[in-house]
């Protein structure tokens, strides 16, 4: 998915420390993975405490599960700062794809979407991880549909046969297993096709900006 840069540590001294573990924890997840990921690695990361982990995390997997809830919080305010700033719903979804194309070149190490990240890993590891992932999964695509169901009341995209919400599903499911494939691959051929099969439904050159 696109992924603007959330969670960057700051260097607020006034900044909490539950907050400051979310946003270490999520530079250090988003890079290595869940399970490569040690808690101690976290805490002189962070230079937080175990005592201090505990007081706000039962577990490191409740930890991932707090990560991913604000992950896509953060994100929410990024997609909907993103509608605001387009004058038109198209205009969003093209920012909104080519966003995601540059985060998961295969030559790019950082920024990786935490989504595709975690996807595969954490499904068969936490219950609450996976739950916690799939409401963000839905709430992105609830953006798509409606950025899609806007640009088909202007008349930017061609109105079909199938509704906005599953045409925002199928983008969505297109494009992240993309991004998998692309790690697999180490090519970027795989995102080349669905940014191709994007661009054509938004009736916007495949060009992507600078």
């Not at 960057?8 to 490569?36: C, I, M, R, W």
């Not at 499904?123 to 899609?148: C, F, P, R, V």
């Not at 180490?186 to 096709?193: F, K, V």
């Amino acid at each position: 998915m696109t992924e603007p840069r959330f969670l960057k540590p700051q260097t607020n001294s006034h900044q909490d420390t539950k907050t400051q573990l979310l946003e270490v924890g999520y530079q250090l997840l988003s890079k290595k993975g869940f399970s490569a990921v040690g808690l101690q690695q976290i805490l002189t990361t962070a230079g937080i405490p175990k005592g201090s982990f505990y007081h706000y995390f039962a577990s490191k997997e409740a930890f991932g599960e707090a990560i991913i809830e604000h992950y896509f919080l953060q994100y929410q305010a990024r997609l909907d700062a993103l509608a605001r700033t387009q004058t038109r719903a198209n205009q969003a979804l093209y920012h909104y794809f080519a966003q995601w194309y540059n985060t998961q070149q295969s030559s790019c190490d950082v920024d990786k979407c935490l989504v595709v990240k975690l996807s595969a890993e954490v499904a068969d590891l936490s219950e609450a991880m996976t739950k916690a992932l799939y409401q963000g999964y839905e709430q992105t695509i609830n953006w798509l549909a409606a950025q899609i169901e806007a640009s088909f009341e202007s008349g930017d995209m061609a109105l079909t046969a199938i509704s906005a919400k599953s045409l925002a599903k199928r983008w969505y499911f297109a494009w992240l297993g993309a991004s998998l494939v692309a790690k697999i691959s180490r090519s970027n051929a795989p995102l080349d096709e669905v940014w191709q099969m994007t661009c054509d439904s938004l009736n916007i050159s495949a060009e992507l900006p600078s």
